[in-house]
């Protein structure tokens, strides 16, 4: 079983910055594409950016597109979200998501079902 441990989220003014951190456990993240998601109030969760097994291929949603920025430190086990230029509509959970044990191309993955495991989240919370 993999464990995915989110940190990093706290309270910021707009136009601030945060990053976050999702650790791995149980496997090695260079074996697994990545992504991260969002819960914001009154929302379903929605797709913010994903990473390629590799690392070397990268996807945003429109919303965060030029603010935000996804990046694996394989020898570390870890993903980030370098999140700039901070909206209040950004404050959400934040959720690191992984797929493991898939064989094939050097894909990133915007669905949910996609992934097949999920750390527990981490709250942002955007002042105006």
């Known amino acids: 079983q993999v464990q995915l441990v989110e940190s990093g989220g706290g309270l910021v003014q707009a136009g601030g910055s945060l990053r976050l951190s999702c650790a791995a456990s149980g496997r090695t993240f260079s074996s697994a594409a990545a992504g991260w998601f969002r819960r914001a109030p009154e929302k379903e969760r929605e797709f913010v950016t994903a990473?390629?097994?590799?690392?070397?291929?990268?996807y945003y949603a429109d919303s965060v597109k030029g603010r935000f920025t996804i990046s694996k430190d394989n020898a570390k086990n870890t993903v980030y979200l370098q999140m700039n230029s901070l909206k209040p509509e950004d404050t959400a959970v934040y959720y690191c998501?992984?797929?493991?044990?898939?064989?094939?191309?050097?894909?990133?993955?915007?669905?949910?079902?996609?992934?097949?495991?999920w750390g527990q989240g981490t709250q942002v919370t955007v002042s105006s």
């Open positions: 990473i390629s097994r590799s690392g070397d291929t990268t």
């Open positions: 998501a992984a797929k493991f044990g898939y064989s094939g191309g050097n894909s990133y993955y915007t669905q949910q079902y996609d992934y097949n495991y």
